[in-house]
């Protein structure tokens, strides 16, 4: 088996707002992940999990991504 090299990206800061309407249904999610889990969550992580969950299962984003090699660490794309 020929492993490939392993690549650490460094974590960003990401600073954003969201509609109050969210916030409220996010923490409401945090409850209900808690209750369904028994686990408690923070809010940030909970967000953190969603968005990787949903890039990750997005199938015409991963189709994208192999065919214009547009992989994790590769350069923004600017217009």
Avoid: N
Avoid at 28 to 36: C, G, P, Q, V
């Amino acid at each position: 088996m020929k492993l490939k090299p392993v690549r650490a990206y460094p974590a960003v800061v990401m600073k954003g707002r969201v509609p109050g309407e969210l916030h409220t249904a996010l923490t409401a999610y945090t409850t209900y992940y808690r209750e369904t889990t028994k686990q408690a969550i923070e809010l940030w992580p909970l967000v953190l999990q969603m968005l990787q969950q949903f890039v990750e299962t997005d199938r015409d984003f991963q189709v994208w991504r192999r065919r214009t090699d547009q992989g994790p660490g590769s350069p923004p794309v600017t217009s």
